[in-house]
């Protein structure tokens, strides 16, 4: 007897689960599938984050296998949803998750694969506009003019960079990582401003307090550009910058040649191009 009723209850606990997944949302199948994923993904992030600040690359590069399986997998899971609900607020959401990357080019064709209505709401159009301007900012591309104001107030453009070196280095006091890399702008800095290289830094801070007190403390002697918009200043944008430390440098002609050199990077491409 006591064995039929461990037989029923356990009957009952499969079917309330089964009619409770058929009660569920798209959505929130969805997140049941990932939410396994996600949990095993945060620890390894949070240690990739670690060695980064502390420029362990070995460690780093310990943990790329496993975490490259957990994002494929979470990818697959969420490919799948937009491929079955291109409709879906949720579908759109995770493509401009994706798109906000230095990679987010690769998101595009998700993109296009969504409804006209998706693609042409406000959401849609800021992403359309985000994805036109890292193709205007890769490799190969001519760097776009911007002006904004230094931390006298006057007026810093681009054009006044012609003919030499120039690091467009985006970053922020708040930004750990941005901080964490001053340090190497400062080494290439020194050693190759007389070499025809500069540094122009572009500050997505709000508060100028903040912002004047992380030079202080960092002591970086080359330009910083700051107009108080944060991430909705026009340069910001111009250049697809969702997420810092970003860099691009640019040759004497205008042409982008590089981004995102991070350390020791920086300078040894430095040292190929100022021989």
Partial sequence: MKKNKTIIIAVLA???????????????KMQAALQ??????????DQAKAFYLLKDTASMNKLMPEMTILYKKIDS??????????????????????????MGLIAEPLFLSLS????????????????????????????????QPDEKGNIVSLDQYRGKYVLLDFWASW???????????????????????EILSISLDTKKEDWLRALREDGMPWTQLFDGKGPKSNTVLMYGVTSIPRNFLVNPSGVIVAADL??????TKLSELLK
Avoid: H, M, W
């Fill in 14 to 28: 499969i079917l309330f689960n089964q009619y409770t997944f058929a009660q569920q949302t798209p959505e929130e």
């Fill in 36 to 45: 396994p994923l996600q949990q095993a993904l945060k620890p390894l992030n």
């Fill in 77 to 102: 899971i969420e490919n799948g949803f937009i491929k079955q609900y291109p409709d879906a607020e949720e579908s759109l959401n995770i493509v401009v998750r994706r798109g906000r990357s230095t």
């Fill in 116 to 147: 006209d209505r998706l693609r042409k709401s406000e959401k849609g159009e800021q992403l359309q506009s985000r994805f036109d301007a890292l193709r205007k900012t890769r490799v190969g591309e001519r760097a776009i003019p911007f002006s």
């Fill in 175 to 197: 930004c750990q990582p941005c901080r964490a890399e001053n340090p190497a702008l400062l080494a290439a800095y020194k050693k190759y401003k007389e070499k025809n290289f």
């Fill in 262 to 267: 991070r350390g020791d990077a920086l300078e």
